[in-house]
């Protein structure tokens, strides 16, 4: 009898016994991959199964005709590749079923060569044959998955960046997948939440570097609670759930984010807001994000509102028209002392820091209590203050705030 004879023998006897291989192999696929076993899809069993089959027909035929697979001879792999991304099923796991598979189909062509030597060895010369029609089949399959969850992964995006849109014009979610996204990410109803601002230094700049940003954004959203991370023109925006703890969680994973991120040579600027209830209230939160941001005025790190005193936001918030009310003698004294070293204003930093008392304020400088004395004295007789009045000292302590914010040189904000 000729090779060509006998695997048509072979080949008809595993199709005699198919539905029991295909069971054997969705069974097996469930006891070993644990994404199958964890999938929460009810129909995933029985669409594996009609997949399995497919597979085992194909490779058959190929095997009966005595040609080389090709892509073409998997024509449902894609439909089902798509299944499994929607299903939840890794990339992994999916190849990894396929192995089952091919395992299985080889069991069921050597017991369908019987016990015949001459069988067997023809048996035996097939297995290349069904290695390279299986190999075939997953190529064709993993190209189709990845294809499948690219797509995904854009309209996942598309969806959060039309949320964000909408919750930053002050708009509800709208109806289907948006809301569906906003119950799935915590934020319908009254739920707390703070909204962050990210964009990257100038010496960062790049649409590359900035969706890494986003990606790590996702991250720490992720760690605290359910949220969304958006890449928004320019500008990376998070939106978190917080708990009733408040948003230190949520900041803390933040800085640990531009930590990871300074490592991997991405500067960026984040602010973050206060804590705000609803969805409704995503536009201001994101509004307070943007003016913790630019506090920044050119540094990298980040700055929270909630860490934040009044008196620190309202100086974030500062303009030009509040500088121009800054009166000259005071105005010349920060930015004369600011280009010597600013030794004065550190002083008076100190001296209200402590209570207005010079003693605690020369120990905590490390200097001598007549030291500190003197130094008190300079301020008065150059800024015309008199710094054991509460009101001259605050006037002086915020034009040093508004004259001296980080990143900035005083002598240019006139």
């Known amino acids: 009898m000729s090779d060509e004879a006998v695997v048509r023998i072979i080949v008809e006897r595993v199709r005699e016994s198919l539905d029991e291989t295909v069971a054997a192999s969705v069974l097996r696929t469930f006891e070993q991959v644990p994404a199958y076993a964890a999938a929460a899809d009810p129909t995933l069993r029985s669409d594996l199964y009609d997949h399995v089959d497919a597979v085992f027909r194909t ?88 294809l499948a969850q690219q797509y995904e992964l854009a309209e996942s995006d598309r969806i959060a960046r039309d949320l964000v849109e909408d919750l930053l014009a002050g708009r509800e979610p709208g109806t289907g997948p948006s809301r569906e996204l906003a119950g799935r990410t915590g934020l319908d109803g009254t739920a707390r939440l703070v909204v962050s601002s990210t964009v990257l230094a100038p010496s960062s700049a790049g649409g590359g570097a900035l969706r890494d940003v986003v990606q790590t954004l996702r991250s720490a959203v992720a760690a605290t609670r359910p949220g969304l991370a958006v890449l928004r023109r320019d500008e990376a925006v998070g939106i978190a759930p917080v708990s009733r703890a408040g948003a230190a ?101 100190q001296y209200a820091a402590h209570d207005m008392n010079a003693t605690l304020t020369a120990s905590a400088m490390h200097m001598h209590v007549n030291t500190a004395y003197y130094r008190l004295e300079r301020i008065a007789e150059r800024t015309g203050c008199d710094l054991r009045r509460f009101a001259d000292l605050q006037e002086l302590l915020i034009a040093v705030r508004l004259l001296t914010r980080p990143g900035e040189d005083a002598s240019s904000q006139r």
Do not use: C, K
């Open 59 to 146: 490779v058959l035929d190929v095997l009966a005709g005595r040609r080389p697979a090709e892509p073409e001879d998997f024509g449902t792999t894609a439909a089902h590749a798509t299944r499994r991304v929607a299903q939840g099923v890794p990339l992994a796991d999916f190849l990894r079923a396929f192995r089952i598979n091919q395992v299985l189909l080889w069991e069921g062509v050597v017991r369908a060569s019987g016990s015949d030597e001459a069988s067997r060895e023809v048996a035996l010369r097939l297995a290349t044959d069904v290695m390279q029609a299986i190999e075939v089949g997953s190529t064709t399959a993993a190209e189709a998955y990845l």
């Open 249 to 349: 969680t949520f900041v803390e994973e933040l800085q640990r984010v531009h930590e990871r991120l300074q490592r991997q040579g991405v500067e960026a600027a984040t602010g973050i807001s206060t804590v705000h209830t609803g969805a409704g209230s995503v536009a201001r939160g994101h509004a307070e994000a943007v003016v913790a941001r630019s506090g920044l005025a050119g540094r990298t790190g980040v700055v929270a509102l909630p860490s934040l005193s009044a008196v620190d936001y309202l100086v974030l918030r500062s303009d030009d028209t509040v500088r121009r009310l800054i009166r000259p003698q005071i105005r010349q004294f920060v930015e004369q002392d600011v280009a010597r070293g600013g030794a004065l204003v550190e002083t008076l930093r």
